[in-house]
Nanobody
Framework: QVQLVESGGGSVQSGGSLRLSCAVYGVSSSLYCMGWFRQAPGKEREAVATRDSDGRTNYGDSVKGRFIISQGHAKNGLYLQMNSLKREDTALYYC????????????????????WGQGTQVTVSS
């Protein structure tokens, strides 16, 4: 069993930065792909950034060049450095993990992920 616990969310002004963390508890070696997703009120959950077991990363178009995903030692942590934040980045951010390998395109599909954290809120004000 794997448990994901997010932290690091908060309120920040537009243009600021935040770093989200996701602690992984359980058999992390069974995880092939991990990622960050977000969901704003009234909107569908969307992919922010993903990273597979080979270290390949993939980003949603709206965050490319601003966000950076990284992974801790032995897959026990996942991080998201968010820079140049915009109001439209306001959302509940989730950490997710898949039990199978995913192609870059499929890694951006939320229904490919089996484990989910409870989310951490990010609010960006102007």
């Amino acid at each position: 069993q794997v448990q994901l616990v997010e932290s690091g969310g908060g309120s920040v002004q537009s243009g600021g930065s935040l770093r989200l963390s996701c602690a992984v508890y359980g058999v992390s070696s069974s995880l092939y792909c991990m990622g960050w997703f977000r969901q704003a009120p009234g909107k569908e959950r969307e992919a922010v950034a993903t990273r597979d077991s080979d270290g390949r990363t993939n980003y949603g178009d709206s965050v490319k060049g601003r966000f950076i995903i990284s992974q801790g030692h032995a897959k026990n942590g996942l991080y998201l450095q968010m820079n140049s934040l915009k109001r439209e980045d306001t959302a509940l951010y989730y950490c997710a993990a898949a039990r199978v390998a995913l192609t870059p395109i499929r890694s951006l599909e939320a229904d490919r992920y089996y484990y989910w954290g409870q989310g951490t809120q990010v609010t960006v004000s102007s």
